[in-house]
């Protein structure tokens, strides 16, 4: 199994979280997506990702790419240690806290938008921009948390993975996330745990 990923990327930083939680082989490939490297865009990955992004997963003849559909087949074809509960309504709470990071929060805020705003309009959306749409979005999940020690109970579900990318974010761009207790306690309480540890940016290879 071979992972293509950039270490700041919070898609695969979420794919890396699950890989090493269920505990599963697998290889990263660093794809660069930095200006004036810009790997993703070079012939070579974009023959094996027309969308020239990352994540991007390939186990044997399987070949995927965006986070939320490679979660899942992770979760269909490797069951053994689950990140979805198994019954509902727990399944659809799990969807919903990642949708709500995936959809509305992380597409606002990616480092391909922040790039088209800064080349674009002349601005920079670290501050105001950035800040803005976590608030917005941390307000809803908060609302959504439980009270631990995990994002939504007891155990990590694919909802922490997608957490703590978004939290790790807001914390490099210095945004203040007093109004969401629970979902820090959540991102902290993960963070002790090695499958997060060893998937946080720093501890790529890739790391500059």
């Known amino acids: 199994m071979r992972l293509y990923s950039y270490w700041r990327s919070s898609a695969a930083y979420r794919v890396r979280i699950a890989l ?5 082989d697998h290889e990263i490939v660093p794809v660069s997506l930095a200006p004036g490297v810009s790997e993703h ?7 094996k990702n027309p ?6 997963l390939e186990d044997g003849e399987m070949a995927i ?15 053994g240690v689950r990140l979805l509960p198994q019954s509902e309504p727990g ?3 799990v969807r919903t806290l990642c949708s709500m990071i995936a959809c509305d929060i992380h597409p606002l805020n990616n480092l391909r ?5 800064k080349s674009e309009f002349g601005a920079d959306p670290t501050d105001s921009w950035y800040a803005h749409w976590i608030h917005e979005g941390f307000a809803a999940a908060e609302t959504l948390a439980s009270d631990g020690p995990y994002v939504l ?7 922490d993975a997608f957490l703590v990318p978004q939290v790790y974010n ?15 306690a959540a991102t902290d309480a993960c963070n002790e745990l090695s499958a997060f540890q060893d998937a946080a940016p720093e501890a790529q290879s890739d790391a500059d």
């Open 20 to 24: 090493n939680f269920k505990g599963l």
């Open 41 to 47: 865009r070079g012939e070579a990955y974009r023959a």
């Open 51 to 56: 969308q020239m992004l990352v994540p991007f």
């Open 65 to 79: 790419a965006q986070s939320m559909a490679i979660l899942e087949y992770l979760e269909e074809t490797y069951p």
């Open 91 to 93: 399944r659809s709470r």
């Open 113 to 117: 938008v922040m790039n088209y705003i």
């Open 153 to 159: 109970g007891d155990e990590v579900t694919l909802a």
């Open 170 to 184: 807001a914390r490099r761009f210095s945004v203040p996330l007093d109004g969401f207790p629970k979902l820090v």
